[in-house]
Nanobody, 123 residues
Framework: QVQLVESGGGSVQAGGSLRLSCAAS????????MGWFRQTPGKEREFVAH????????YYADSVKGRFTISRDNAKNTLYLQMNSLKPEDTAVYYC????????????????WGQGTQVTVSS
């Protein structure tokens, strides 16, 4: 199995940027496809972005396309989410997840989850 720890969350004004990181330990990081999800109180967890094992293919939710970039460094066992042009509606707890790569935009596609990092965007 793999353990995941997110970092990089915080508070930012609308239009600003943040970079989230997800450090992986345990089984080989490059064995897993990776994703980012987010959740606000009272709502279901929402897919944000996905990247395949080698990092050559990415997939985004329409709500973040063109503003967020997912990437990974397999040598450093780390996943990233660069978030630009942030909006108040991006406020959420952000989670990284590791999985098989099947069903990339649903929770069912992932077996391991981090604890989350809070992102707050003020207007």
């Amino acid at each position: 199995q793999v353990q995941l720890v997110e970092s990089g969350g915080g508070s930012v004004q609308a239009g600003g940027s943040l970079r989230l990181s997800c450090a992986a330990s345990g089984r080989t990081f490059s064995s897993y496809a990776m994703g980012w999800f987010r959740q606000t109180p009272g709502k279901e967890r929402e897919f944000v972005a996905h990247i395949n094992r080698a990092g050559g293919w990415t997939y985004y939710a329409d709500s973040v396309k063109g503003r967020f970039t997912i990437s990974r460094d397999n040598a450093k066992n780390t996943l990233y989410l660069q978030m630009n042009s942030l909006k108040p509606e991006d406020t959420a707890v952000y989670y990284c997840a590791a999985g098989s790569g099947t069903y990339a935009n649903t929770e069912e596609g992932y077996s391991y989850w981090g604890q989350g990092t809070q992102v707050t965007v003020s207007s």
